[in-house]
């Protein structure tokens, strides 16, 4: 499900979009304010410049009614594939 054949996983926030917000019609605001958290982090999060954190994890599960540990393990499989890159650092430089 995450992973594709050819090139990245897919990020979680990635996933948040096409698998929720776009089917379902849920805005980035909609979607900050059932999860409790500032609208610019949602939108960090939905855009792959963060990654899904515990304290992350936790409200998306809590908004989406899905489990944490789907959206931990999501971010670990696309933290592997950064490391496996050598991108990672990069990567979480550029994002602060």
């Known amino acids: 499900m995450l992973l594709p054949e050819n ?3 897919t990020h979680p926030g990635e996933f948040v979009l096409y698998s929720f917000m776009l089917p ?3 805005t980035l605001t909609a979607l ?3 999860m409790g958290i500032p609208r610019e ?3 960090m999060l939905i855009d ?3 990654a899904c954190t ?3 994890a ?3 599960a809590t908004a989406l009614e ?3 540990e789907f959206w931990l393990s999501a971010q670990s499989i696309y933290d592997a594939w950064l490391k496996r890159e050598g991108l990672y650092e990069s990567y979480y430089l550029a994002a602060n």
Do not use: F, V
């Open 48 to 50: 792959g410049e963060i």
């Open 58 to 60: 936790e409200k998306l």
């Open 66 to 68: 899905t489990e944490a």
């Open 24 to 26: 379902s019609d849920i």
């Open 32 to 34: 900050a304010s059932s």
């Open 54 to 56: 515990p304290r992350l």
């Open 41 to 43: 982090e949602a939108r």
């Open 7 to 9: 090139g990245p996983p």
